[in-house]
């Protein structure tokens, strides 16, 4: 790649590491000032309903997975950075084809090409499969349409002769609730 493409680059990853930098920055501010001005509101959580305290717990992970997302997104663009140093900005690390300019715009710490791309996330969404497919394990082994074909009727006769877990039987053998 061009010494000029490179430098164009560059600057391009530094401009978008500032910025998570910055709303990296901004995210743990704003969370120290949230936990300061409930602490002082509230002398427990003791009196609080379980609902508020489960919305709080709910914002704040839902918080804490937001900064993980740009802090994982800061290290990407860190190695992208790097891989300008070494010479290797660019390529895909896949295939070993150069990234179309026009992704790299896009995308600056993109390390696939477009089809390698495509590729990778097909295969994520032919493992993670169409969730009104999914089924539980279980069926994969035993069909629950099989299941106690042998047995049928055979419940409720148990039943007749054991009982329920709230009848218990008297000392003739009859089963009283």
Known sequence: MEA?????????????K???????DDMETL??????????????????HPA??????????HQMGLKNLEEHELKELELSLKKIENGTYGTCESCGKDIDSKRLELLPQAKLCI?????????????KGDKKKRRP????????SNLNDSARGEQFHDLMEYGSADSHQDRGGKIVQ
């Open 4 to 16: 000029e493409k490179m430098n164009h680059y560059k600057h391009l990853l530094q401009q978008h």
């Open 18 to 24: 500032e910025n998570r930098e910055d709303i990296i």
């Open 31 to 48: 969370s120290l000032a949230d936990n300061d001005n409930h602490g002082s509101s509230e002398l427990s959580n003791y009196d609080n």
């Open 52 to 61: 508020e305290i489960a919305s709080e717990l709910f914002d704040k992970e």
């Open 115 to 127: 089809d390698c791309a495509k590729e990778a996330d097909n295969f994520i969404a032919d493992i």
């Open 137 to 144: 394990s279980e069926e994969q082994v035993i069909h629950s």
